[in-house]
């Protein structure tokens, strides 16, 4: 069973606009969070993280949100670019070790001009 | 610096034909990984490494075996291709074992691989 869900397989947002993707968790245990980006026919690269003993982490124009009670994140893209355009992929170490990660199914995010 | 370089980027086997898909890194990273991407199932990871002879498996290692002779190399065998092995696969290094979440992953290109 998934213990990283990301339940809506794709977003389509205006450039310029608020882009929010959610992930929800089920494991209580996991104390760190990432997001990766992957474009078509390219590896994920990492884009952001957040450690559970953290809110909120900021970075540039993206902002990670964390409410470890309703074990969801969110994912901040603001404002919204085209070539934010990508899959995202929420992410959990498995075992407390960040190379081990255990991702949800991605969000295909589409940014129109 | 090439980062994380993997071998082919697209390969097509008949059912019960084996290969290997070949992964290398030159940034000196002691951990290794292979993940497997299926529409809608999101990254599974099949196998890992945390040094040279160091070897485990991940979510869903069955019908792969790894070995890990160098820190730069890490290859992914499969033995007896089945249709069910059809996916995208992408090799991932990161430099700290110990996990440290200072430490992220840097991913390959991915390797296509369709069973037939």
């Known amino acids: 069973d998934q213990q990283v869900k990301q339940n809506s397989p794709s977003l389509s947002v205006q450039e310029g606009r608020i882009s929010i993707l959610n992930c929800d968790y089920t494991?209580?245990?996991?104390?760190?969070f990432l997001w990766y980006k992957k474009y078509p026919a390219e590896g994920p690269t990492f884009l952001i993280s957040?450690?559970?003993?953290?809110d909120k982490n900021e970075d540039g124009r993206f902002t990670v949100f964390l409410n470890k009670s309703a074990k969801h994140l969110s994912l901040h893209i603001v404002p919204s670019q085209p070539g934010d355009s990508a899959v995202y992929f929420c992410?959990?170490?498995?075992?407390?070790?960040?190379?081990?990660?255990?991702f949800g199914k991605g969000t295909l995010l589409t940014v129109n001009p | 610096n090439a980062g994380v370089t993997q071998t082919p980027k697209f390969q097509v086997l008949k059912t019960g034909q084996s290969m290997t898909l070949q992964c290398a890194q030159d940034?000196?990273?002691?951990?290794m990984s292979w993940y497997r991407q299926d529409p809608g199932m999101g990254l599974r990871l099949i196998h890992y490494?945390?040094?040279?002879?160091?070897?485990d498996q991940g979510e869903v290692p069955n019908g792969y075996n790894v070995s890990r002779s160098t820190t730069e190399d890490f290859p992914l065998r499969l033995l007896s291709a089945a249709p069910s092995q059809t996916s995208v696969y992408f090799c991932?290094?990161?430099?700290?074992?110990?996990?440290?979440?200072?430490?992220?992953?840097?991913f390959g290109s991915g390797t296509q691989l369709s069973v037939l």
């Open positions: 991932a290094s990161s430099y700290s074992k110990t996990g440290l979440h200072s430490e992220k992953l840097f």
């Open positions: 992410a959990a170490p498995l075992g407390g070790s960040n190379y081990k990660l255990t």
């Open positions: 490494s945390v040094g040279a002879g160091i070897t």
């Open positions: 957040i450690s559970s003993i953290k």
């Open positions: 494991n209580s245990m996991f104390d760190y």
């Open positions: 940034m000196n990273h002691e951990y």
